[in-house]
């Protein structure tokens, strides 16, 4: 059985930085390519950063030079230093993966930017 714990989210002021983890479990992590989802209250889930198994990462242009993604194998942990947060970073972040066919989810961590 996949498990995803996501952790580190919290209340941050604008400007602030914060570091996510997320531990997996029930796989071989090193393998895997592994991502960072968001969800804001009303809009869609979106792709905030993604890193392959040989560490190649892409982000999405809202987080770009101030976000990075990044992974320790020998952990199975799944790590997102945030930096200059913005309020609009505010949403609950999600580990994710695919693996054994189907897409596997964490139950997500808040982060929450107050301007």
């Known amino acids: 059985q996949v498990r995803l714990v996501e952790s580190g989210g919290g209340l941050v002021q604008a400007g602030g930085s914060l570091r996510l983890s997320c531990v997996a479990s029930?796989?071989?992590?090193?393998?895997?390519?592994v991502r960072w989802y968001r969800q804001a209250p009303g809009r869609q889930r979106e792709l905030v950063a993604g890193i392959t198994s040989l560490g190649s990462t892409n982000y999405t242009d809202s987080v770009k030079g101030r976000f990075t993604i990044s992974r320790d194998n020998v952990r199975s942990t799944l790590y997102l230093l945030m930096n200059s947060l913005k309020p609009e970073d505010t949403a609950v972040y999600y580990c994710n993966t695919d693996a054994y066919g189907r897409s596997q989810w964490g139950k997500g961590t808040q982060v929450t930017v107050s301007s």
């Open positions: 029930g796989i071989n992590f090193r393998l895997y390519s």
